[in-house]
Structure formats: C-alpha cells, structure tokens
C-alpha cells in the first residue's frame, strides 16, 4: 500500500506565494511520476504539474512562468512552488504518484492520491 501525505496551501493575497509539499510512503517503485492536480468549485480536476523521476516536467499553460515543480527522488517528495498567485489559482490541490507494476506476462498501471489541500487566493 501507498500513502500520499500533502502539506502547505492555505490563504494567501493575490501577488503572492505558496508552496506546496507532497510525500509518497510504502512500495513505490523507483521510476514513477509525481503530479499535482487541482480542482475548483464546479470544475472538473485538472492537471497542474507533473514530475518523472529523470525530473522532465509538465506544467499547465496557466502556470507556466509562475509555478515550479521539482522532487527528491530519494524521499519520493515533490513540491510545488506556486508564485504571482491569481484568485483563479483557488482550488483544492491534490498530489498523486503513479507507476508501473506487474511483469512480462502483464502491467498494470497503478496511482495513488493524497487527501488535497486547500489554497485560497484572496483578490
């Protein structure tokens, strides 16, 4: 079993900064993928930024340039860094860790999702 612990968020001005902090714990293999989604009120989850384990990244075209995303492999952490925030940035934010598992005969593809954090940008 996987455990997806999340930290940080909370309430912050619009212009300003928040960082976000995510820590996988239990059988995780060594080549996963960390991520960051997000979800408003009345919208659908949506993809913020995504981490693989040779750290190439992905970030949402509405944070790019504002938001930073970066992991230690060794703690199988991943943090978010989140500056020039936008009331629009208000949303739940949940942190997932996906890989791969099985052998020849089969794969299965395998994610696991933290509880979420809010992050309120107050204008």
């Known amino acids: 079993q996987v455990h997806v612990v999340e930290s940080g968020g909370g309430l912050v001005q619009a212009g300003g900064s928040a960082r976000l902090s995510c820590s996988a714990y239990g059988r995780i293999v060594r080549d996963n993928t960390m991520a960051w989604y997000r979800q408003a009120p009345g919208k659908q989850r949506e993809l913020v930024a995504a981490i693989d384990s040779y750290r190439r990244t992905n970030l949402a075209d509405s944070v790019k340039g504002r938001f930073t995303i970066s992991r230690d492999n060794a703690e199988n952490t991943v943090n978010l860094q989140m500056n020039s925030l936008k009331p629009e940035d208000t949303a739940v934010y949940y942190c997932?860790?996906?890989?791969?598992?099985?052998?020849?005969?089969?794969?299965?593809?395998?994610?696991?999702w933290g509880q979420g954090t809010q992050v309120t940008v107050s204008s």
């Open positions: 997932k860790i996906g890989f791969t598992i099985g052998t020849i005969e089969r794969l299965d593809d395998v994610e696991y």
